[in-house]
């Protein structure tokens, strides 16, 4: 018994002088999702949000349940049989790697049988417009349905691996940025992201793709996608050098200097699954990099 | 094949720093506000000092819980971090690497995947509900669950925008600072975990929101505090019904009940409701709040540490978990105290 993708959308802001709001731009994707995916959305057991950088930096309620209210799944008890509303939602933050660990929660969640159908969603925005240095990433959303398959068919093995020598290489937080004049203190966000990043991400993906490969059974040759994430910029680049299998891996056409974050792989899943490559594929890899430096894979089985 | 889970070990961390409710509330020039000790049960919170943050709590409440602990850092196979608040260098919000990643090379537990989750004060319990999955899956055996919340910096803000006693923030003034953290462990015995069930009700999401600061470090808290508990209140009903029927047991068989502190006028009327619905009562109600007040995520697991230090769980007592938080989540989770009690010297 697998986990598979019933529907993937992303979303960019309408115009590039409008929302800038994480949430909204989050849950619209999400409606869209559900919309495509042609299925009830109280059906949803499960709603986890990996977005990392959100609107105005809330805190608390999570990001996941102002997402659950907007698309109107389960917000209530069901009063008629009395029984919990079915939905249950959290926020998850496991920088680039995040949205491949929420995947991994459904697909437990769905062995175990506690959900049917869960959904991720991502988004990324400055959190204040104009509040930041050297925030390179792009404001993007999107979402992901997944249901549990009867066959061997959907996610079959998920793998991260850690080298946490490296905690430095991305870093982000927001400083209060002290000035002698009241009026211009503010909180920044500050990213710092070192030149050596996407080399040591190119590097560690590698060798763990090789790791996840022996301990699967798998053969590079057998692989016919590879989703990664779209940044930081240049690592797919340099992995593609090193594995040298370069029409396996999928790249987002950039378009401007900003990348996509943690919605990456659901963009390069998405320009896959609306060419119909991805139902056209037998064996996928999901690489996922983060910072920490942290790399997830996971494999997908097509039964065509 | 399905594994049991259960929780190994608890570890906590609370400043050193108090502020009495009594000096806090004398800030605020409302006569009405005089009584919110009384009312609240909290006489004094603990608060961070320079050099203490989120981040100090939680490595500090995971070094304890290792204290306790069987495991060593590098036998850990997973580890979520699950505060609301992640301050590292005073009041400076972090976001990457995950606080969970910084907290493993910080201990050295070099074996262990890690992430971070945020879900209001349902964090650790939202943990809790996660690592149980992983481990009955047989796909790790032990996780650490921790939280570090260094909370108090919303009542600053609280205290410069409180004008009367209705105010939005006044709840922001119950808040205080502590750490947590809970390794949970395979199990090969039916004691431990018997159950965990959790629904987030979004139509009352609205009810209490924080975020950051613009202009001023931290940030603040805003919560229609009568309502959010009213709605709690009747609404988690079919949840604790679901999760007793679901462990076989009665609501008289509840050894104790823990429920999320937030004030004990809340606490008491919230018992009282759940006794004339059930037409029983549990053993005892545990109310843990006048030395430390509401500390967000981590106040289950600080009461546990606590009444485990004080020897005042049994082998066998059915314990209920019940969290309410921002969202509006609702959770539950039921286990039976078995030796964990040995470890903190209670040998009955």
């Known amino acids: 018994m697998g986990t598979k993708i019933e529907m993937v959308s992303v979303a960019e802001p309408w115009f590039n002088f409008l929302p800038r709001n994480s949430i909204e731009l989050t849950a619209r994707v ?21 977005g990392i950088y959100r609107y105005k930096n ?5 990001i996941a349940a102002l997402i659950q209210k907007k698309i109107g799944a389960n917000t209530n008890n069901d009063t008629e049989s009395n029984r919990p509303g079915k939905t249950f939602s959290f926020d998850l933050n496991n920088g680039g790697c995040g949205w491949l660990t929420g995947i991994q929660i459904l697909q437990e969640l769905m062995i175990s049988k506690k959900i049917n159908y869960g959904m991720v969603v991502t ?53 209060y940025n002290y000035q002698r004049q009241k009026s211009k203190r503010k909180n920044i966000l500050y990213v710092r992201q070192k030149d050596t990043y996407p080399d040591l991400c190119a590097m560690y993906a590698c060798e763990s793709l090789n790791s996840f490969m022996d301990e699967s059974g798998l053969k590079i040759k057998d692989i016919d996608l590879i989703i990664p994430s779209q940044s930081p910029d240049g690592w797919i680049r340099k992995v593609k050098k090193i594995i040298g299998s370069n029409d396996k891996f999928i790249e987002y056409q950039k378009n401007g200097k900003k990348m996509l974050h943690t919605a990456g792989p659901a963009f390069a899943l998405k320009q896959v699954w609306s ?26 089985f097509n039964q065509n | 094949m399905d594994w049991k889970c259960q929780i190994e070990s608890i570890g906590a961390k609370l400043p050193e720093k108090k502020i009495s409710t009594i000096e806090l509330v004398a800030k605020l020039n409302i006569p009405c506000i005089k009584k919110f000790g009384l009312l609240t049960g909290i006489k004094e919170r603990k608060v961070c000092s320079a050099g203490e943050d989120s981040f100090s709590l939680a490595t500090d409440a995971v070094n304890d819980c290792l204290s306790f602990s069987k495991y060593r850092a590098e036998d850990i196979d997973m580890i979520i971090n699950c505060s609301i608040t992640k301050y590292k260098g005073g009041l400076s919000h972090h976001f990457e690497p995950t606080f969970a990643a910084l907290i493993k090379n910080a201990i050295g537990a070099k074996n262990a995947v890690t992430f971070d989750i945020s879900n209001a004060c349902a964090g650790m319990m939202t943990g809790v509900y996660l690592a149980e999955n992983f481990i009955r899956q047989g796909m790790i055996k032990t996780c650490l669950i921790v939280s570090g919340e260094y909370i108090s910096s ?3 803000h609280a205290l ?42 979004s139509k009352y999401s609205g009810l209490c929101t924080a975020r950051q600061n613009r202009k001023t470090p931290g940030g603040f808290m805003k919560a229609k505090a009568k309502k959010i508990h009213q709605a709690a209140i009747s609404e988690s009903i079919p949840i604790v019904h679901n999760a007793l029927k679901k462990s076989g047991l009665s609501f008289n068989q509840i050894s104790w009940l823990i429920p999320h502190q937030t004030s004990r006028s809340s606490i008491v ?23 430390t007040g509401n500390t967000a995520s981590t106040t289950h697991f600080l009461a546990l540490y606590k009444y485990l230090n004080e020897k005042r769980f049994r082998d066998g007592d059915n314990i209920m978990l019940l969290c309410f938080a921002s969202g509006l989540i609702i959770g539950v989770v039921i286990f039976k105290m078995n030796e964990i009690v040995c470890r903190y010297g209670n040998k009955n």
């Open chain 1, 30 to 50: 999400a409606r869209k999702c559900i919309n495509e995916a042609r299925i009830n959305v109280n059906d949803l057991g499960l709603l986890i949000n990996t």
């Open chain 1, 58 to 62: 809330f805190g608390e309620p999570a």
């Open chain 1, 123 to 175: 988004g990324d925005a400055e959190p204040f417009y104009g509040l930041s240095e050297n925030f390179n990433f792009k404001t993007a959303a999107a979402a992901i349905i997944l249901s549990r398959s009867k066959d061997s068919e959907g996610f079959t093995q998920f793998k991260t691996y850690s080298y946490p020598d490296h905690p430095e290489e991305l870093t982000s937080s927001i400083n």
């Open chain 1, 275 to 300: 060419d119909n490559r991805f139902k056209s594929s037998k064996h996928i890899i999901f690489l996922t990099v983060g910072s920490g430096i942290n790399v997830s894979v996971a494999h997908y």
């Open chain 2, 154 to 156: 919303i009542s600053d």
């Open chain 2, 160 to 201: 410069r925008n409180i004008r009367t006693s209705l105010s939005k923030e006044l709840s922001s003034l119950t808040l205080g600072d502590c750490g947590a953290a809970a390794i949970l462990e395979r199990s090969e015995n039916n004691n431990g975990l018997i159950v965990s069930g959790f629904t987030t009700l």
């Open chain 2, 269 to 291: 009327s919230g018992a009282n409701f759940y006794v004339e619905h059930f037409g029983q009562k549990p053993k005892q109600v545990l109310i843990n709040l006048k030395d």
